[in-house]
């Protein structure tokens, strides 16, 4: 491309308003060791309140060899989850969590009602048979969340302009609240940079298995 | 009502009551020792077969307390004592746990062991594996 005609389509783009360009923020994850933590839930909450409100998709949590699987899931409010039951055993998922309390018998081949999660906060679930069985769901208020994956890193899509309160949570740390950041994402088309945010959490000792 | 049919109606109660009470006598549960003996049993019934690795594998990780205590609230169920049963029935129970008969009849004989152990007598034993024999269609899926 030509300087000139480059040129040219900068000077476009810098018409465009600035609620159009969406950023994605890069978060990476560590214990304190800064070694890479799996399955810690980001989420953004915009400061000024005004999360836009997405239709929030189906969410899956099966049953397979006497496990809920995925152990973490972070879910935005309203959104209903289902419970296939891979197993071909009965298993009873149930939650004392006030933001959803609930109980639901799941017979192999049998498809359940999915359930709808109305209450932001975290639900802790297990198996009234099967004692290991343990999930963990975040239900948030917001459409900006991911999940780190085995290298510890989690990217969120589709920000726009503004200052948020970025969540870090996970199951096995010390502060059963998290961490919070302050993120500013930047708005304008001279913005070319997408956000990283680094940040290590305490986590409780491994007791005996 | 007339006299002829009210005689009649009394007459019929006593084949209206199940197998295992004549009139007047205590239900088969309270007979057997009611909750207190049978936890025991049923916990001892329970642990030993959960414990052994020939007939063990549909207990892999369930959680024996609870197992217990919905067992007991069957047996309460149905030997007349009064409880509501709250559990799946046997079928949906044990769907897919794929149960050979030597399993099951482990576990009865756990059970008579554990009913000899806890003093119960020899007809309420027969009584109760009596009631207990027909769920084994719905068990046994091997």
């Known amino acids: 491309m030509s300087l000139t005609l480059s040129r040219c389509l900068i000077g476009t783009l810098g018409a465009m308003p600035a609620w159009v360009v969406a950023a ?12 890479a933590l799996a399955d810690a839930v980001v989420y953004a909450v915009p400061v000024n309140g005004k999360a836009v409100a997405r239709q929030p998709s189906a969410a899956i949590i099966d049953q397979v060899n006497k ?22 055993i009965r298993h009873q998922v149930y939650s004392f969590s006030p933001a959803k309390t609930f109980e639901l018998k799941l017979y192999s081949g049998v498809p359940s009602q999915p359930v709808v999660f109305d209450k932001p906060g975290l639900v802790v679930m297990g198996c009234n048979i099967h004692d290991r069985m343990l999930a963990y769901v975040q239900v948030v208020d917001t459409p900006w969340f991911a999940k780190t994956g085995a290298d510890g890193a989690a990217r969120i899509e589709g920000l726009p302009a503004g200052d948020y309160q970025v969540h870090v949570w996970h199951y096995g740390a010390v502060d059963p609240a998290g961490a919070v950041r302050m993120v500013k994402i930047e708005g304008g088309a001279e913005s070319t940079a997408n956000p990283a945010l680094k940040l290590n959490l305490e986590l409780k000792p491994k007791g005996p298995a | 009502m007339t006299k002829f049919s009210a005689a009649c109606a009394f007459a019929l109660l006593p084949s209206l009551m199940p197998a295992w009470a004549t009139a007047g006598e205590a239900s088969l549960y309270a007979r057997l020792g009611g909750e207190a003996v049978m936890s025991r049993v049923v916990e001892q019934t329970v642990a030993r077969v959960a414990s052994d690795p020939a007939v063990n594998q549909s207990f892999d990780q369930v959680n024996l307390q609870k197992l217990d205590k919905k067992i007991v609230e069957q047996i309460c169920a149905l030997a007349g004592g009064g ?9 949906a ?16 004989e756990a059970m008579r062991d554990a009913l000899d152990a806890n003093g119960v007598g020899e007809r309420e034993k027969n009584e109760l594996l009596r009631l207990l024999a027909p769920m084994k269609r719905d068990v046994v899926t091997r």
Do not use: W
């Not at chain 1, 496990?67 to 071909?88: A, E, H, M, R």
């Open chain 1, 67 to 88: 496990q809920f699987t995925p152990l973490v899931s972070v879910i935005q409010v309203g959104t209903p989850v289902s419970f296939p039951n891979k197993d071909n």
């Open chain 2, 93 to 108: 129970a044990h769907a897919g746990h794929n149960i050979a008969e030597r399993e099951f009849y482990a576990l009865v």
């Open chain 1, 24 to 35: 994605t923020l890069s978060i990476q994850v560590g214990d304190l060791s800064s070694a």
């Open chain 2, 83 to 91: 409880c509501a049963y709250s559990g799946d029935d046997m079928k």
